[in-house]
């Protein structure tokens, strides 16, 4: 199949886009966010979309931002948070390389920060966070060919877990 040499999902927090950095230039192919491309494609950003349009309107254009990358990048491809919350975007990933990077509550918030602009945790930070590992984690799961653990290690070690698991040079 062609297509990504890995799509990375996750909850934010999990370091996907830091981590398809690293895979791509271990690789020597581009790296691809499809937050990033809606936001290219919007021409503003995701928090943006999220209060001038809607999440409705957000989820429409990032199921449309996968689908493209899914077809034209043979790189590495980082799907935002929420992606796989949809029905044909978690059928177009299946036979692609797809990595959960896991990442526990405790680590989320470290990395998301307390006084964040994400959309999806105005509100507690902390509890929204948690509710969203939870709801997402078996979505992730079931998308996955690759389960890595990203909690007290940096984004190099998970990167050098992802290829060797994948052996690809």
């Known amino acids: 199949m062609s297509g990504p040499r890995a799509v990375l999902v996750g909850p934010m927090g999990a370091g996907k886009t830091t981590v398809a950095a690293l895979l791509a230039d271990a690789w020597g192919v581009a790296a691809r966010d499809t937050d990033q491309d809606v936001e290219a494609a919007e021409g503003r950003s995701v928090s943006d979309i999220f209060v001038d349009s809607g999440e409705a309107r957000f989820r429409e254009l990032e199921a449309a931002a996968v689908a493209a990358a899914l077809a034209e990048h043979d790189g590495v491809l980082a799907l935002g948070g929420g992606a796989v919350l949809d029905p044909a975007t978690r059928e177009r990933l299946a036979g692609h390389p797809v990595v ?6 405790a680590d989320a918030v470290k990395r998301v920060g307390l006084g964040t602009s994400r959309p ?5 930070v ?19 060919t690759l389960v890595v653990d990203t909690d007290g290690r940096t984004a190099q070690q998970v990167a050098d877990e992802i290829l060797e698991a994948l052996h690809r040079d």
């Open 126 to 144: 902390r509890s929204r966070i948690k509710a969203l590992l939870d709801e997402r984690a078996p979505v992730y799961e079931s998308v996955a």
């Open 120 to 124: 999806l945790l105005i509100g507690g």
């Open 100 to 105: 959960y990077l896991r990442v526990g509550l």
